[in-house]
């Protein structure tokens, strides 16, 4: 079975940085993604990586998190990795790996639907 396993949240203040990573059993994906929920919102697209071939990746973000957050992987441990910068309080949410088999199609990555496997979350806090 399919396992998503995410590690690196915690509480920080505000300016912060924290480093999540999400390690997938079994297979090499070629979309992987995180998406955070906010208690009371939806849970919302913040970046993906595309493995569009074997040495050429593309990376999207949310306009929430552009220029603070880096999405990363390592292929050969099959592992994503989200660095981030510059936290603020609103960045407070769980934080949830996603990833897929396919590419998918237009800019499905950056919603839940395009994504078939999902990890259990980890609690990202920022204080002000």
């Known amino acids: 079975q399919v396992q998503l396993v995410e590690s690196g949240g915690g509480s920080v203040q505000a300016g912060g940085s924290l480093r999540l990573s999400c390690a997938a059993s079994e297979r090499t994906f070629r979309k992987m993604g995180w998406f955070r929920q906010a208690p009371g919102k939806e849970r919302e697209f913040v970046a993906t990586?595309?493995?569009?071939?074997?040495?050429?990746?593309?990376?999207y973000y949310a306009d929430s998190v552009k220029g603070r957050f880096t999405i990363s992987r390592d292929n050969a441990k099959n592992t994503v990795f989200l660095q981030m910068n510059s936290l603020k309080p609103e960045d407070t949410a769980v934080y949830y790996c996603?990833?897929?088999?396919?590419?998918?199609?237009?800019?499905?990555?950056?919603?839940?639907?395009?994504?078939?496997?999902w990890g259990q979350g980890t609690q990202v806090t920022v204080s002000a």
């Open positions: 996603a990833a897929d088999s396919s590419l998918g199609f237009g800019f499905d990555y950056s919603i839940t639907s395009g994504y078939e496997y």
């Open positions: 990586i595309l493995y569009v071939t074997w040495s050429a990746q593309s990376t």
